[in-house]
């Protein structure tokens, strides 16, 4: 099993920019893909980004020239850097944690965008 810790979420105003990070724990996989999802207000869980172990990247169109995802694999560690944030951004962002022994989910963290 795998436990998710993530940090970094918080109020901005819009334009600005927050640092997210999740570190993973536990029974890992050197063959994982980390990554972020989010959940806005009355709105359906939706993708982010991805970033495999050997860094393949994947993000959604929304965010795509916006946030950067990275991620330390001595640390256990992914990262959201999310710039030029609008309102619409608002939202609980999820780390996910993938590998063939299944998914583990962090608890959340609000991110809220607004003047």
């Known amino acids: 099993q795998v436990q998710l810790v993530e940090s970094g979420g918080g109020l901005v105003q819009p334009g600005g920019s927050l640092r997210l990070s999740c570190t993973a724990s536990?029974?890992?996989?050197?063959?994982?893909?980390m990554g972020w999802h989010r959940q806005g207000p009355g709105k359906q869980r939706e993708l982010v980004a991805t970033i495999s172990d050997l860094h393949r990247i994947n993000y959604s169109d929304s965010v795509k020239g916006r946030f950067t995802i990275s991620r330390d694999n001595a640390k256990n560690t992914v990262y959201l850097q999310m710039n030029s944030l609008e309102p619409e951004d608002t939202a609980v962002y999820y780390c996910?944690?993938?590998?063939?022994?299944?998914?583990?989910w962090g608890q959340g963290t609000q991110v809220t965008v607004s003047s």
């Open positions: 536990g029974s890992i996989l050197s063959d994982n893909a």
């Open positions: 996910n944690y993938h590998s063939v022994l299944g998914n583990s």
